[in-house]
Structure formats: structure tokens, C-alpha cells
């Protein structure tokens, strides 16, 4: 049985910006965040300057429970340089940021298990420069 992986540490590597950097600060300590309009309360993944519903560019990070249902999801054979490699790429919803998704990778799981609502649970990856990337694993 092969079990899907994320990449190597290596080959991830993330440039925060003003606005991503809360999202990647909180990842490193652990913690799955949202952005949220502070105007009007829509969340806004990924993080944008403006929010798409009022403009506002006023924004609230929401700590979020790191529970997560599968939207979609592919299964990648191999990987350029690492034929033996096996990622499952999937959008999540996140119950506790109505209207948000986010796009990452469920790890330790057979491919042919993963189903669309699945239940899954944040955890974390390291990739380089000491960054966290949130994954995601089958919920118990």
C-alpha cells in the first residue's frame, strides 16, 4: 500500500507578503487562521487585500478549530525528480470559515480512501526556512 506524502521540506518554499504573512506566522506556531472581514464578516482564503464582498481592506484573524471537509481532491503518481513520490492535492472547507477553502494536501492515507466530505484535521508540515505548511490527515 502507498500512502500519500506532502513534497520534501526541501522543495517547498513560501515568500510571505503584508498579507499572508499572519497566515504563515500562525502556521509556524501551529495554529490554522483565516482571514476575516472586520466590515462585513466574510472570510477571504486566500488572503486578499480587499475583501471580495464589501472592499473593505479591513481584516481580523480568526483562529480556526483545524477541523476540515474535503471539497475536491487529485492523486498525483510521481513528482519531477521523485517518481516514487505520491500526493493527494485537495480543497478543503473549513466549517469554521463559511465560504472558504484552501487549497493543500492530505498526508498518511491510502489515495483510494480518500472521499469527497471526508472529515480531516489539520496538521502541520515543516518545508524550508523553518516554515510550517498546514496539511491535512483523515479526522478520527
Not at 5 to 22: F, K, Q, W
Request: hydrophobic letters at 40%; proline letters at 12%.
Amino acid at each position: 500500500m502507498v500512502l500519500a506524502t506532502a513534497l520534501p521540506s526541501e522543495h517547498v518554499h513560501i515568500t510571505p507578503n503584508p498579507i499572508t504573512e499572519p497566515f504563515w506566522a500562525a502556521a509556524k506556531e501551529r495554529r490554522l487562521v483565516a482571514p476575516q472581514c472586520s466590515a462585513c464578516g466574510q472570510f477571504r482564503l486566500p488572503p486578499t487585500p480587499y475583501c471580495p464582498e464589501c472592499s473593505s481592506n479591513e481584516v481580523t484573524w480568526t483562529e480556526l478549530s483545524g477541523r476540515a471537509e474535503v471539497y475536491s481532491f487529485a492523486v498525483v503518481h510521481g513528482f519531477p525528480g521523485m517518481p516514487d513520490v505520491t500526493l493527494v492535492p485537495v480543497v478543503v472547507d473549513l466549517p469554521d470559515a463559511p465560504g472558504a477553502r484552501l487549497v493543500s494536501n492530505i498526508i498518511d492515507i491510502d489515495p483510494t480512501e480518500v472521499t469527497i466530505g471526508m472529515q480531516l484535521s489539520v496538521d502541520f508540515h515543516p518545508i524550508a526556512d523553518g516554515w510550517l505548511l498546514p496539511v491535512f490527515r483523515r479526522a478520527d
